[in-house]
C-alpha cells in the first residue's frame, strides 16, 4: 500500500513539473514569434524608409493634386459670361486667372520629403 501511494506521488509531481514545462515553453514561443514579427517588421521599414532616391518606386508624372471647377450658369446674368463656385465662393474668369497665376507663381512646385515618425 504504501508502495503504490509513493508511486503516486511521484507519479503526480512529474505531472506537475511538465506542466510548469509546457506553460514556460508556451511563454517562450510567443516571445520568440512576437521578436520574430518585430524583427520582419523594421526589415520592411529600413528596406522602404532607406532607399536611395533612384530606387525608391516613382510614377513617370509627379502627382499633383488638381481641383475641379464647375461653371456655374445663372439665367439672370445678361452677359452670358462664365461663373466658377469653388467651395463657397463664385468667381469670375478674371479673378480666376489671378488667383491661379499667384498660386502658380509663389507655390513651389517639386517633390517634399517628410520624416517618418
Known amino acids: 500500500e504504501a508502495r503504490v501511494q509513493d508511486s503516486q506521488d511521484e507519479l503526480q509531481s512529474h505531472v506537475k513539473a511538465h506542466d510548469r ?4 515553453v508556451r511563454k517562450l514561443r510567443s516571445n520568440y514569434f512576437n521578436k520574430c514579427r518585430l524583427v520582419e517588421d523594421l526589415e520592411e521599414e529600413n528596406k522602404l524608409g532607406f532607399q536611395d532616391p533612384e530606387t525608391s518606386p516613382k510614377s513617370n508624372q509627379p502627382n499633383i493634386p488638381e481641383i475641379k471647377v464647375q461653371p456655374l450658369k445663372e439665367e439672370e446674368d445678361p452677359d452670358d ?10 468667381y469670375q474668369p478674371e479673378q480666376l486667372k489671378k488667383i491661379l497665376s499667384n498660386m502658380l507663381s509663389t507655390i513651389k512646385m517639386g517633390e517634399t520629403k517628410v520624416p517618418i515618425l
Open 21 to 24: 514545462q509546457s506553460d514556460a
Open 81 to 90: 459670361e462664365e461663373l466658377y463656385e469653388i467651395g463657397d465662393d463664385v
